[in-house]
């Protein structure tokens, strides 16, 4: 069983930062993909940037170049910063983790578009004013 906990969201002006955290507990330390994905309300929940266990990495082209995601070998923890915010990226922010096993045949950009995660963990909000 994986638990994940995230922390970090708040309120920025455009133009601003903010950097999301992760505190991931159970058997995540290889084999697992692991992202951020957001749902802005009333739009679907949309990948963001996710990574895989050797550090391989999937962006959503609206954040490309602005979102960076990192991964804590020792904790498992995963990171997201998120630079030159606008308020299109308000949105809860979704902490994911799945077993790369079942993404074999959709791989990492697969397991961003498709939107589907084993575990899941409550969000936390991330509003940028303009």
């Known amino acids: 069983q994986v638990q994940l906990v995230e922390s970090g969201g708040g309120t920025v002006q455009a133009g601003g930062s903010l950097r999301l955290s992760c505190a991931a507990s159970?058997?995540?330390?290889?084999?697992?993909?692991m992202g951020w994905f957001r749902q802005a309300p009333g739009k679907r929940r949309e990948g963001v940037v996710v990574?895989?266990?050797?550090?391989?990495?999937a962006h959503a082209e609206s954040v490309r170049g602005r979102f960076t995601i990192s991964q804590d070998n020792a904790t498992n923890n995963l990171y997201l910063q998120m630079n030159y915010l606008q308020p299109e990226d308000t949105a809860m922010y979704y902490c994911?983790?799945?077993?790369?096993?079942?993404?074999?045949?959709?791989?990492?950009?697969?397991?961003?578009?498709?939107?589907?995660?084993?575990?899941w963990g409550q969000g936390t909000q991330v509003t940028v004013s303009s």
């Open positions: 159970g058997h995540t330390d290889s084999g697992y993909y």
């Open positions: 990574i895989d266990s050797d550090g391989r990495r």
């Open positions: 994911a983790a799945d077993p790369a096993s079942r993404w074999y045949r959709y791989g990492l950009r697969g397991y961003l578009a498709r939107v589907e995660s084993t575990y």
